[in-house]
């Protein structure tokens, strides 16, 4: 089964297996894109470390959605949330978006 649990609220993964020292692509076509969002960045961090969290601008992609490549430079969980240039946020409700890196 395909590993896209992110994929109903419009962000998918690739590849859908997730290793240390991979490279994955985050495709973004959520809420925010469809409050018409001009630009998008996704905030991540692993294991809950808020206070070492990066932020990067994500690109348009010509689909209606935003991507980012991101190296995979721990292991355990990647946390992850969505902030528009209005400053609204894609956060799951609070949860964050999680997947865990083995």
Known sequence: MPNQPFEQNG???TPEDFHYGDMIRITYQGELTKEGADKIW?????NNEWKTAQQDEMQK???NGFEINL???KRGYLQIAFRDSANHWDS???NNYSI???
């Open 11 to 13: 962000i998918t993964l």
């Open 42 to 46: 996704m905030f991540n961090t692993f």
């Open 61 to 63: 992609n010509g689909q």
């Open 71 to 73: 190296p995979l430079k």
């Open 92 to 94: 799951n409700s609070g």
């Open 100 to 102: 865990e890196v083995n």
